[in-house]
Every structure is written in structure tokens, then in C-alpha cells.
């Protein structure tokens, strides 16, 4: 299972990254290699009270409510419990994911079959970036990047290699589309410093997928 949180941990919404590492790592989960995308009842609505505490909590996750709220200090697996679902910002994950369902579809034999991952020569940089190639008769509009900046509150800029998905894929394109993006809209994705290296900048818990 790809999962940010169960009904044993934390909220990721109460985790250090709040609702911008929810986001992140929920759209992650979508293109995890060789997984299975699982979300936790509430964490759709960026929930933060957790269902219990069993595993990797403290007593402050007990409370992560307002006093003022009636289920403070309540546990959904034991207590009389509402999720949040008024809560202003709940449209945000369930919209990204109807838009991004229809990239996952079109990748779904190449996620669930992955070989390559991208890497960067920076340890200091929470970078992720998974490569998938998908089997057509051109070999053009058959490599997805999906590109992701782990870090909620710092922007990168980054020189990812992207050799091997070159030499396994055959695309020498050097004009894509960038599919989604979490800071910005679809557009022309030309960011290249040469043929086999990405010139990458990404926003502080930006996620970008790229179809090349």
C-alpha cells in the first residue's frame, strides 16, 4: 500500500508540512512504483485529529482540535466522532486527484511494472522523481516524470538526469507537456540544460508531471 497515514498514525495534515505535505504526498502515492494508492477515511479533507494513537504519536496528538471543538480529544476507533468535512479547504485533494486519475490510466502497466527512479547529486535536497515509459508505436509522448519537491517550505532548483529513461524509453524529445503541476498550469515543457539533464525548479512542495 502507498500511504501517508492509517488509522494507527498521525494525521499527515498534523505532521510538520501540514495540509502542503498532505497534498505532496498524496499525489505522490498515485504514481508510487509497483503500489497500491490508499487513502485514510479524512485525510481527503486534510483531517488532523487522528482515529488512534498506536503507532509513532504523542500525547499532543491527542489534541490536535481546538479546545472548543466537541471532539477534542476523541478517538474516531473509540469515541463518538464527525470528520470535518466543512472544513474550506476540502476540495483541494479530491479535485487534484479527478485530475490526475486519467495520467495515472494512461501509465497504470508502466507504474505497476517500474524500473527507474530519478536522482539527483544533492543528499541535502528532498527530491523524489519517478520515470515510466509506456510501449508505443512512436517514440514520442511515451515517458511520464512525475517530479516532486519534499520539502513544504523551501523552493529547489535542480539538474535531475534523465539518461536512463532516455536509453530505455528511445525519446530524444526535447519539447514536452507539463500534465499537472500544483503551483502552476499545464503548459510547454521545454526546462532542459542538455539532452539528458532536466534545468528543474520546484516550489516549496511542488509536484510536477511531465509527459514527454
Known amino acids: 500500500f ?4 492509517t488509522h494507527d498514525t ?3 495534515a ?3 508540512g501540514h495540509e502542503t ?5 498524496t499525489i505522490l502515492n498515485m504514481f508510487m512504483p509497483n503500489g497500491v494508492p490508499f487513502i485514510n477515511s479524512g485525510q481527503e479533507v486534510f483531517e488532523k485529529q487522528p482515529m488512534n494513537t498506536g503507532l509513532d504519536c504523542t500525547r499532543d496528538d491527542l489534541y490536535r482540535l481546538n479546545e472548543d471543538d466537541p471532539y477534542y480529544g476523541k478517538l474516531a476507533l473509540f469515541d463518538r466522532y464527525q470528520f470535518h468535512y466543512t472544513n474550506e479547504s476540502r476540495w483541494i485533494i479530491p479535485d487534484i486527484l479527478d485530475f490526475i486519475k486519467p495520467i495515472r490510466k494512461k501509465y497504470l502497466k508502466s507504474i505497476i511494472n517500474a524500473k527507474l527512479n530519478i536522482s539527483i547529486h544533492d543528499p541535502n535536497k528532498l527530491f523524489i522523481g519517478f520515470g515510466f515509459v509506456k510501449k508505443t508505436k512512436s517514440n514520442k509522448d511515451n515517458v511520464l ?3 516532486a519537491n519534499l520539502n513544504p517550505y523551501q523552493e529547489y532548483y535542480l539538474k535531475p538526469s534523465i539518461e536512463a529513461i532516455r536509453t530505455l524509453s528511445n525519446n530524444q524529445e526535447a519539447h514536452g507537456k507539463l500534465l499537472f503541476s500544483t503551483h502552476e498550469g499545464p503548459r510547454e515543457f521545454t526546462q532542459f540544460i542538455d539532452h539528458n539533464t532536466l534545468d528543474l525548479h520546484l516550489g516549496a512542495g511542488e509536484v510536477k508531471i511531465v509527459e514527454l
Open 145 to 147: 516524470l512525475v517530479l
Open 21 to 25: 505535505l498532505a497534498i505532496t504526498t
Open 2 to 5: 502507498a500511504c501517508t497515514e
Open 10 to 12: 498521525p494525521r499527515i
Open 14 to 16: 498534523a505532521r510538520d
